[in-house]
């Protein structure tokens, strides 16, 4: 009998995760099955009930679903209750278990797979929603030098700054106010890039030898990727490495096998 699981969201016509788990599951010969399901804005707890009734036995959860699916879960990890947000569900006979590995993932493959250091570095995290929410906790983990928040609101980066302060150093500003400072890392955490857009991030805030990263994935340079190397940073890198890193602990949290994920980044490359 296949395992059954499946990537919920809206839309989800879109999503890579189908392929990458099928990868996974022939890689490390685990018998399941990975679909996509497309939940209504307001039915996002009826379809999870739904998928449960059906016999599916796990799902990750994307936008716009990440609060509710923290709400839903019966029991949280502790990174999920820190991010305050859940990608990955496991529905067992005693409840839903809720974990969020988007921070595992961008953290795996800045380190492992981009060979960049984390620690006492100077961070900035461009953007104070759900995809900075997620990552904070595992890259404050990661000891860095500093870890800056700009948001357009400061309000916002501020309230990250307040949830997030007892597991390290961390700072909150608007974009204006990064003016003089350099970083080793900068990080779009923003959804800009979706529309072709750039955060407005001042000149020269990248470091010599830094490494500019887009959570987002896509054709060619998103437009924060180019402007930082108009910038002079030394290194590029889109979010396709933290996707399939993300996968691999979902993966790895609902299997107990951990997949390799190197050739999958590459096939999913060579699509591209």
Known sequence: MSAHYAVIGNPVLH???????????????????????EAALDGFAA????????????????????AQAFALADTLTDRARQAGAVNTLKFTSVGIEGDNTDGI????????????ELTQKRILILGAGGAARGVIQ???????????????????????????????IVEACRYSQLAGMQFDLI?????ASLSDQLPPLPQGCFAPNSLAYDMMYGKGDTPFLSFALRQGAARCADGLGMLVEQAAAA?????????????VIAALRAMA
């Open 15 to 37: 999503s890579k995760s189908p392929l990458i788990h099928a990868l996974f599951a022939q890689e490390t010969a685990q018998n399941i099955v990975y679909d996509r399901v």
């Open 47 to 66: 379809c999870v009930q739904q998928l449960q009734q059906n016999g599916m036995v796990g799902a990750n959860v994307t936008v716009p679903f990440k």
């Open 105 to 116: 993932g961008l953290v795996t493959d800045i380190r492992q797979n981009l060979d960049f």
């Open 138 to 168: 595992p890259l404050l983990a990661s000891q860095p030098g500093m870890l800056v928040i700009a948001n357009r609101s400061e309000q916002r980066a501020y309230a990250l700054k307040q949830q997030f302060q007892p597991y390290g």
């Open 187 to 191: 990080i779009n955490a923003t959804s």
């Open 251 to 263: 993966f790895y949290f609902w299997r107990r096998v951990h997949p390799a994920t190197a050739p």
